[in-house]
C-alpha cells in the first residue's frame, strides 16, 4: 500500500509540474491596422483596428505614424475595449490633433498599432502595418504613373515639324493679350473645377443628365448615382464645372454646367472614371465623348495645387487652354476638339509644348511659383486641354478649398503678372498624332470687279 500511495503520489506531482510548464494561462492579443487612406482616416476621423485575443481581456489599444527612420508619432488617443475569447473585433480610434495635423501634411509613414493592459503594465500586441496611402489632389498625382499627365519627356523626345510655326501661334497670343483685357493668367475660382474628395461612406444621390430622354443611357447611368457631398459647388462661370473624387472605390466624377435645382443635382455632360489609379487620363473608347472637357482630357489632369506651389515641386504635365484652337482637328490622346480657327498653324486640342530642355531655368530668377510651373512645363509640358478665351492654366478651385491659398503663393502681383516672366518664346511642340479631317479650305476668292482688278 505505501508502494501504491508513493506511486500515486508522484504521478500528481508530475501533473502539477506538467500544468506549471503549459502555458495555457498565456494571453495573446493580435492587432492589426487595416488598410486606409490618408483621406480615409481624415473623413472618419480614426483609424481603424482589429483585435483579436486568445482570452477574454481587456486592453487599450492606440495607433500611429512610424516613419523610415523609425520615429513614431501619435495619431490617436487610445480607446480601451474588452475583447472575448477567439472573437475578432473591429474598432476605429479617433484622431487626436497630433495626429490630424500629422495627417494633414501628406507623411511618408507606415501605420502601426499596440493593444496594452489598461495600466500599461504589459504590452499584448504591436504591429506595424502598410504605409498611408496618399491620394489626390492634396498628396498625389491622379491616375496612372505612365498616364500622359505623369510620363516625363526625354530631352531627345522628337518635335513636331510644324513645332516653330504652331508654337509661334500661340507666343502671338500671349504677347497680343499681356497687359490687355485677358492676358494670360491661371484660373484658381473660375474656369476651373473644384475638386471634392469624399469618403466610403459618402450618402449617394442622382445626378440628372440634363439631355433629351434616352439620348446618351450608359452616361445617364453613370450619373445615376455620385456620392456628392451637400456642400459641393460647381466653378464660377458659364462652365459650372465640378469633380467628385473617391479615394476608396478609386472613382471620379466630373461634370459640366452642373447645378443644384430643386429636384436635384443635374449636369449636362461629364463623364466617371473608374480604377483612376491605373487609368491614362482621358476618354477613350467606347466613351471617347465623355468628359466636362470640349478634348475628352481629364478635367482633374494637370491641375496645380497650391501644396505643389507651397513645395515648388510640379511632379506632372500642366492642363493648359489656348485661343481659337485648330477647327476639326486634335492631337491624341485628346479625342474630339471644339476648335473654331482654320488657321494650318493654330494650335490643336491635345497638342503638347514644353520648355527647351537646355533651358536654365535656375538663370532666369524666377519668382518661385513660376519656376516651379516652369520646371514642370520643361520635364513634363504643357497639354492643350480646351478652348478658351485667353491662354490659362489651371489650378484646384478655390470653392473645394479652405480658404484662398493662392493669395499667398502668388502675392499681391496675382498670376497674371507673375506670368509675364515665364519663358515663353523657349517653349517648342512635341510631335503630334493628329487626328479628324482638319480645317475646312479657305473660301475661293471674290470674282474680281473689271474696274477693281490690276
Known amino acids: 500500500m505505501k508502494t501504491a500511495a508513493r506511486v500515486v503520489a508522484a504521478m500528481a506531482a508530475v501533473v502539477v509540474l506538467l500544468a506549471a510548464t503549459v502555458p495555457h494561462h498565456r494571453i ?60 475578432t473585433r473591429t474598432v476605429v480610434l479617433p484622431l487626436d490633433g497630433a495626429g490630424r495635423s500629422a495627417l494633414v501634411a501628406c507623411p511618408s509613414a507606415r501605420l502601426a498599432a499596440a493593444a496594452v493592459a489598461p495600466r500599461g503594465r504589459r504590452r499584448y500586441a504591436r504591429t506595424v502595418g502598410a504605409p498611408v496611402r496618399l491620394d489626390p489632389p492634396d498628396c498625389g498625382r491622379f491616375f ?66 440634363d439631355r433629351p430622354p434616352g439620348y446618351n443611357p450608359a452616361l445617364a447611368a453613370a450619373f445615376a448615382s455620385v456620392p456628392v457631398p451637400p456642400w459641393a459647388r460647381p466653378s464660377a462661370g458659364s462652365d459650372s464645372e465640378m469633380v467628385v473624387w473617391q479615394p476608396s472605390t478609386d472613382t471620379e466624377w466630373e461634370f459640366f454646367a452642373a447645378h443644384r435645382a430643386l429636384d436635384g443635382w443635374h449636369a449636362s455632360w461629364g463623364g466617371r472614371i473608374e480604377h483612376v489609379s491605373r487609368d491614362g487620363g482621358y476618354f477613350a473608347a467606347p466613351h471617347a465623348n465623355w468628359g466636362a472637357t470640349a478634348s475628352s482630357l481629364s478635367l482633374a489632369g494637370g491641375l496645380i495645387t497650391p501644396r505643389e506651389l507651397a513645395t515648388g515641386e510640379i511632379d506632372h504635365a500642366l492642363a493648359i487652354g489656348v485661343p481659337m ?4 482637328q486634335w492631337a491624341l490622346p485628346a479625342q474630339r476638339s471644339d476648335g473654331s480657327s482654320t488657321n494650318p498653324h493654330s494650335v490643336p486640342e491635345g497638342a503638347r ?40 492654366l489651371y489650378a484646384q478651385n478655390t470653392e473645394s478649398l479652405m480658404g484662398d491659398p493662392y493669395l499667398a503663393a502668388f502675392g499681391p502681383a496675382g498670376p497674371s503678372a507673375l506670368l509675364e516672366t515665364f519663358p515663353w518664346s523657349r517653349l517648342e511642340l512635341v510631335q503630334m498624332q493628329l487626328e479628324g479631317p482638319g480645317p475646312p479650305p479657305p473660301p475661293p476668292p471674290l470674282p474680281c470687279l473689271v474696274l477693281r482688278c490690276g
Open 353 to 392: 509644348f514644353r520648355l527647351d530642355p537646355s533651358l536654365d531655368i535656375a538663370s532666369l530668377h524666377l519668382t518661385p511659383p513660376i519656376a516651379a510651373i516652369a520646371r514642370a512645363a520643361q520635364r513634363y509640358g504643357l497639354i492643350v486641354r480646351d478652348q478658351s478665351s485667353a491662354v490659362v
Open 144 to 209: 496612372a504613373a505612365n498616364a500622359v499627365w505623369n510620363t516625363p519627356l526625354s530631352p531627345g523626345v522628337p518635335l513636331d515639324p510644324d513645332s516653330a510655326s504652331v508654337t509661334g501661334t500661340l507666343v502671338q497670343e500671349v504677347r497680343s493679350r499681356a497687359g490687355g483685357v485677358e492676358p494670360p493668367t491661371i484660373n484658381t475660382n473660375a474656369y476651373t473645377p473644384p475638386i471634392y474628395t469624399v469618403g466610403a461612406d459618402q450618402a449617394r444621390v442622382a445626378v440628372k443628365l
Open 28 to 87: 495573446v492579443v493580435r492587432a492589426k491596422v487595416l488598410p486606409q487612406s490618408r483621406i480615409e482616416m481624415l473623413a472618419r476621423g480614426g483609424v481603424a483596428v482589429t483585435l483579436r485575443a486568445n482570452r477574454r481581456v481587456r486592453v487599450r489599444v492606440g495607433a500611429s505614424l512610424v516613419d523610415p527612420a523609425g520615429a513614431s508619432v501619435a495619431l490617436t488617443r487610445g480607446k480601451t475595449v474588452t475583447l472575448r475569447a477567439h472573437r
Open 325 to 328: 484652337t485648330r477647327s476639326r
